[in-house]
T-cell receptor, first 117, second 111 residues
Framework: GAVVSQHPSRVICKSGTSVKIECRSLDFQATTMFWYRQFPKQSLMLMATSNEGSKATYEQGVEKDKFLINHASLTLSTLTVTSAHPEDSSFYIC?????????????FGQGTRLTVV | QQPVQSPQAVILREGEDAVINCSSSKALYSVHWYRQKHGEAPVFLMILLKGGEQKGHEKISASFNEKKQQSSLYLTASQLSYSGTYFCGTRNAGNNRKLIWGLGTSLAVNP
């Protein structure tokens, strides 16, 4: 299957700093990437949908100025958590879809465990 | 609309069977099943697209009812490796390939 690489897998940062998370599709072109946040023992919460070359579409309640998403190429999307606070600590996961239609599977990155201290 | 998964949690002994359900109040375009182990990303199991469809993957299979409002995941002769949280993700027509996730079913298989 297709491979999506997410980096870093773990990051600890100080409150007030920014953190960038990368999501790369290694062997296919990802026209759409999705960014999720997951709290312990809970489901995946979609934060935003990122389409290559255009602005991300954020879900209701997600601050676009705090969670900056860039999808500059067909193989790379980045999520930057700006001015991070302890409440931003979470597991962040990206997934990518190829040019295929609605019946294609979503390929997930390995996830990033963010801890803000 | 978020699909409803049931049960919330299941505890099995190795070799036992389990069924996990995923329901929606509206007809769905597709249902996706994933398994997630603690601290890891979800792993794809299968997609169902057609009403009445059944699919199998080793001892894990799934069905999609005729009305396309319910899917069931069948785990037979469970193995220790089946432990994890199972999520169904559903797509509705016109939602830009966005998957709506159920809350998950936690499955623990004990020796």
């Amino acid at each position: 299957g297709a491979v999506v690489s997410q980096h870093p897998s773990r990051v600890i940062c100080k409150s007030g700093t920014s953190v960038k998370i990368e999501c790369r599709s290694l062997d296919f072109q990802a026209t759409t990437m999705f960014w999720y946040r997951q709290f312990p023992k809970q489901s995946l919460m979609l934060m935003a949908t990122s389409n290559e070359g255009s602005k991300a579409t954020y879900e209701q309640g997600v601050e676009k100025d705090k969670f900056l998403i860039n999808h500059a190429s067909l193989t790379l999307s980045t999520l930057t958590v700006t001015s991070a606070h302890p409440e931003d600590s979470s597991f962040y996961i990206c997934s990518a879809s190829s040019r295929g239609g609605m019946n294609t599977e979503a390929f997930f990155g390995q996830g990033t465990r963010l801890t803000v201290v | 609309q978020q699909p409803v998964q049931s049960p919330q949690a299941v505890i099995l002994r190795e070799g036992e069977d389990a069924v996990i359900n995923c329901s929606s109040s509206k007809a769905l375009y597709s249902v996706h099943w994933y398994r997630q182990k603690h601290g890891e990303a979800p792993v794809f199991l299968m997609i169902l697209l057609k009403g009445g469809e059944q699919k199998g993957h080793e001892k894990i299979s799934a069905s999609f009812n005729e009305k396309k409002q319910q899917s069931s995941l069948y785990l037979t002769a469970s193995q220790l490796s089946y432990s994890g949280t199972y999520f169904c993700g559903t797509r509705n027509a016109g939602n830009n390939r966005k998957l709506i996730w159920g809350l998950g079913t936690s499955l623990a298989v004990n020796p």
